[in-house]
């Protein structure tokens, strides 16, 4: 299955791609994600309505755990979920960019967007990874 997107970055694929990819640290971090569709569809809705004020998150409404996330990648990529990368082995081949990058969690959500009525094309990871497909 072919999945490029920049949600979807090379080096977050290449371990599942092989077979051993699987979630990150504990898999309890939030984990915000959104297509590349949305992302201009969101933007295009901002420059074109003048009731867009101040910063909006531009993030599906659905943030998932790393775990869960992996969980579905893994199922569209019809690859196992197997192999989870420890903390201490990502901040040993990382440094503190594992605790920056990949460990750390905040749920995001994009209130301000659904509230001023953007529709998302992909509000659920399992129908975006298919529609990658």
């Given amino acids: ?11 977050m694929l290449t ?4 077979g051993v ?8 971090q939030w984990m915000s994600w959104v297509t ?17 004020r101040g910063a909006i998150n531009v993030v599906s409404p659905q943030p998932l755990q790393n775990e869960e996330f992996t ?6 990529m019809h690859r196992p ?5 420890p903390a ?7 440094g503190e960019m594992a605790n920056a990058l990949l460990l750390s969690s905040q749920r995001v959500a994009p209130r301000l967007l659904e509230k001023l009525g ?16």
């Fill in 21 to 28: 990819g699987g979630r990150l640290g504990s898999g309890n």
């Fill in 1 to 11: 299955m072919k999945l490029p997107n920049p949600i979807l970055p090379t080096k």
């Fill in 118 to 133: 953007y529709r998302f094309l992909h509000r659920d990871l399992s129908a975006a990874l298919k529609s990658l497909a």
């Fill in 36 to 52: 590349l569709e949305d992302a201009v569809g969101i933007l295009r809705f901002a420059i074109e309505n003048a009731t867009v």
């Fill in 81 to 85: 979920a197997l192999f989870p990368a």
């Fill in 15 to 18: 371990p599942f791609k092989l």
């Fill in 88 to 94: 201490f082995a990502l901040r040993l081949a990382l």
């Fill in 71 to 76: 969980r579905a990648l893994a199922k569209a």
